[in-house]
């Protein structure tokens, strides 16, 4: 099984950057996703890792380190309506089934 | 194309009552999962087909909850004899991935379950 930990809440100001941090626990591993959850709508894919690294794609980049068991997602040039809660979810080896943490609830300010 | 539809959108029942949700994935997705919400809290596994099989129902919480997907496509979620602990927002998603490999997976709105 896995534990996936992140913060509660984040407050960030519009046009600067946000980190949001994960740390699981797994007795195996398949993979870390990042899923974004605007109030009230399905989770949305952001991005998937499973090797050690950096991975861009757009304002959002994703960050693995396996032997620290940590990961983050970075936001750059944040806007208003990147106000919502951020999931970090891991896959355990040889499973579909996803473990989501509680959610990270970010608010971007003017 | 269309996304992963659920019906319905919000279903009020009394405890004790039988309830059944319903899941369409994206066509030719061939797996499927189950998912619920609670508010606060991040989306918590029941169960996953693959095909018409159930390959892990590892989170389902206890035999009231039951899942089928007899053709391969559409799902249904079954509870019976609801408690006021089953009210949560119940998500499906699937994704195109066969047995190796991962695939994205693609949420549904849910369906906001209120046992009173």
């Known amino acids: 099984g896995q534990n996936i930990d992140q913060p509660t809440e984040m407050t960030a100001t519009e046009g600067a950057i946000v980190q949001i941090n994960c740390t699981y626990q797994?007795?195996?591993?398949?993979?870390l996703f990042w899923y974004q959850q605007h109030a009230g709508e399905a989770p949305t894919f952001l991005s998937y890792n499973v090797l050690d690294g950096l991975e861009e794609k757009g304002r959002f980049s994703s960050f693995l380190s396996r032997s620290k068991g940590y990961s983050y997602l970075l936001l750059k040039e944040l806007q208003m309506k990147d106000s919502a809660s951020y999931l970090c979810?891991?896959?355990?080896?040889?499973?579909?089934?996803?473990?989501f943490g509680s959610g990270t609830r970010l608010q971007v300010q003017p | 194309g269309a996304g992963v539809s659920q019906t319905p959108s919000n279903k009020v029942t009394e405890k004790g009552k039988y309830v059944e949700l319903r899941c369409d994935p994206i066509?030719?997705?061939?797996?499927l999962y189950w998912y619920r919400q609670s508010l606060g809290q991040g989306p918590e596994f029941l169960i996953y087909f693959q095909g018409t099989g159930a390959a892990d129902d590892s989170g389902l919480p206890n035999d009231r909850f039951f899942a089928v997907r007899p053709e391969g496509s559409v799902s249904t979620l079954k509870i019976q004899r609801t408690e006021r602990g089953d009210s949560a927002v119940y998500l499906c998603?699937?994704?195109?991935?066969?047995?190796?490999?991962?695939?994205?997976?693609?949420f549904g709105p849910g369906t906001r379950l209120t046992v009173t």
């Open positions: 998603a699937s994704s195109p991935d066969g047995l190796a490999g991962f695939g994205e997976q693609y």
């Open positions: 797994t007795s195996g591993f398949n993979g």
């Open positions: 066509s030719g997705h061939t797996a």
């Open positions: 979810a891991g896959m355990d080896t040889g499973r579909r089934a996803l473990t």
